[in-house]
Nanobody
Framework: QVQLVESGGGLVQAGGSLRLTCTAS????????RSWFRQAPGKECEFVAR????????YYKDSMKDRFTISRDNTKKSAYLQMNILKPDDPAVYYC??????????????????WGQGTQVTVSA
């Protein structure tokens, strides 16, 4: 089992930045990839970014790749989502997710084994 805990959410002005952290515990050596999703009120859960653990290869939703950056620390315990130039349509609960193996499509919520509880991001005008 892998436990994921997100932190770093909060209130930020439009145009500002936030850095989210996802801290993993448990059998982290079994993790193949770590992803970030988000869900706004009344909307479906949306893929944001993914980092493959073995080689740090990253993948982003097209609309976010110029503003968001996914990364990890050397211990592979923590993953980060740096969000810049936040916009009024970015507010959501942001979730960290992990998978034990390669599954397609990896943008699909059903292809992830572990989830955190989420952290709220709010953007003020």
């Amino acid at each position: 089992q892998v436990q994921l805990v997100e932190s770093g959410g909060g209130l930020v002005q439009a145009g500002g930045s936030l850095r989210l952290t996802c801290t993993a515990s448990g059998r982290t050596d079994s993790v193949y990839a770590r992803s970030w999703f988000r869900q706004a009120p009344g909307k479906e859960c949306e893929f944001v970014a993914r980092s493959r653990w073995i080689d740090s290869m990253t993948y982003y939703k097209d609309s976010m790749k110029d503003r968001f950056t996914i990364s990890r620390d050397n211990t592979k315990k923590s993953a980060y989502l740096q969000m810049n130039i936040l916009k009024p349509d970015d507010p959501a609960v942001y979730y960290c997710a992990a998978t034990n193996g390669f599954r397609e499509p990896f943008t699909d919520v059903t292809n992830h084994d572990y989830w955190g509880q989420g952290t709220q991001v709010t953007v003020s005008a």
